[in-house]
């Protein structure tokens, strides 16, 4: 079974801070990680992903995340939030090799930056 | 343009009338998925597709029906709906390779009264 744990309900951060939005995950075998945003009354957009190779992995809008394979996480990052960002935040797994193909998310969690 | 579409985008129902949402996508996606979202819960995953005629369940399957007669097409049935099926639904597609990226529909909002 593969399962996406987002430990923040809710992540708080001043316009022009960096920002961190935390993810670990569980699957066998190696992982194929992805980072969607939402935003209001809006589907889900890809971001990024980690397929393979070098572990920090830079998406859209100037997101980036890091995948650790020994802590099993992969952790979203920014180096400076605008308050465009604000939005909810998935973080999803799924196998290499076997299982659905299809990947699960995580809760969510939800930036808010201020100005 | 790629794209999933829904259809309705917002639904009002009331328990017990069969409904069906719509999903459609144009990229020739092999993969197709139902998820529902509910706050605190995230999106969870309905039921799924890997091509044509075959699908199976996710994680809350109970109370949906889906067919996969047509690649593009991947609709979703509630036989009879019951109040604890009001939530946002979306569909989603993908295409199997190398890290496959899921491309979203905008969302069904359904209340069941």
């Known amino acids: 079974a593969q399962s996406v744990a987002q430990p923040e309900d809710q992540v708080n951060v001043a316009e022009g801070n960096p920002l961190t939005v935390k993810c670990t995950y569980s699957?066998?075998?190696?992982?194929?990680l992805f980072w969607y945003v939402q935003y209001p009354n809006r589907g889900l957009q890809f971001l990024l992903k980690?397929?393979?190779?070098?572990?920090l992995v830079k998406g859209s809008y100037g997101f980036e995340a890091e995948f650790n394979k020994s802590q099993t996480s992969f952790h979203l990052k920014k180096p400076s939030a605008l308050v465009s960002d604000s939005a909810l935040y998935f973080c999803?797994?799924?196998?290499?090799?076997?299982?659905?193909?299809?990947?699960?998310f995580g809760r969510g969690t939800s930036l808010i930056v201020h100005p | 343009e790629a794209q999933v579409t829904q259809n309705p985008r917002y639904l009002i129902t009331v328990t017990g009338k069969k409904l069906t949402v719509t999903c459609s996508q144009n990229?020739?996606?092999?993969?197709m998925s139902w998820y529902r979202q509910d706050p605190g819960l995230g999106l969870r995953q309905i039921y799924y597709?890997?091509?044509?005629?075959?699908?199976d369940k996710g994680d809350v399957p109970e109370g949906y029906k889906v067919s996969r007669k047509e690649k593009r097409n991947f609709p979703l049935i509630l036989e009879s709906p019951s109040p604890n099926q009001t939530s946002l639904y979306f569909c989603?597609?993908?295409?199997?390779?190398?890290?496959?990226?899921?491309?979203f529909g905008p969302g069904t909002r359904l209340t069941v009264l």
């Open positions: 980690y397929i393979t190779g070098d572990n």
């Open positions: 597709s890997m091509n044509v005629e075959v699908t």
């Open positions: 989603a597609s993908s295409s199997p390779g190398l890290g496959d990226t899921q491309y």
């Open positions: 990229m020739n996606h092999e993969y």
């Open positions: 999803a797994v799924r196998a290499t090799s076997g299982g659905s193909y299809i990947p699960t």
């Open positions: 699957v066998s075998g190696n992982p194929y």
